[in-house]
């Protein structure tokens, strides 16, 4: 089995302040791990990916997620945030031995004040 | 082309009528995916094309039949639908992992988005 929790429905940060979005899973097997942003009446789009290697992952945008196993974490980060980041984030995770099927988390609305 | 399109963006339909969503992509991607949004919820699973072979059914009721003609072309035929089946439906593709490019991350289209009087 496998799941993945986002712990916050909504995040509000003032613009040029660093983020975090938190996200942590539980899978049996390696984890695979995504994050992915929705802006509105639009579909996701792919930020970074962890799947082995480093635990730091960088990705689009200026973003990035560190891998914490021990933890069962991987919380996405930016150093200064951007109104334009403003948008529904989602977490997944997929168990390395269940193919095609990613798991969602519920989601964490990300708001950015200038 | 690095895009996944999707025909129509709105689509407003009676209980009794027959329509289909269409989705497309020329990235080379074997696996092409339906998933169902409800406002600010995560994407549901309800379909995955492996090869243009139907892999996994999320025990999606039969009033939503899945095609794929082809590598390219995603289908989901829709009738007798009821009013709770008003969503977002987002078609997506992605390398399968004996691909070895990129494994699993989906590229998404912008969405079909469903409403039933």
Known sequence: AQS???????????EGNPLTVKCTYSVSGNPYLFWYVQYPNRGLQFLLKYITGDNLVKGSYGFEAEFNKSQTSFHLKKPSALVSDSALYFCAVRDSTNAGKSTFGDGTTLTVKP | DTEVTQTPKHLVMGMTNKKSLKCEQHMGHRAMYWYKQKAKKPPELMFVYSYEKLSINESVPSRFSP???NSSLLNLHLHALQPEDSALYLCASSHLER??????VLTFGAGSRLTVL
């Open chain 2, 67 to 69: 095609e794929c003609p």
């Open chain 1, 4 to 14: 993945v929790a986002q712990p916050e429905d909504q995040v509000n940060v003032a």
């Open chain 2, 99 to 104: 691909q070895g490019r990129g494994a699993n």
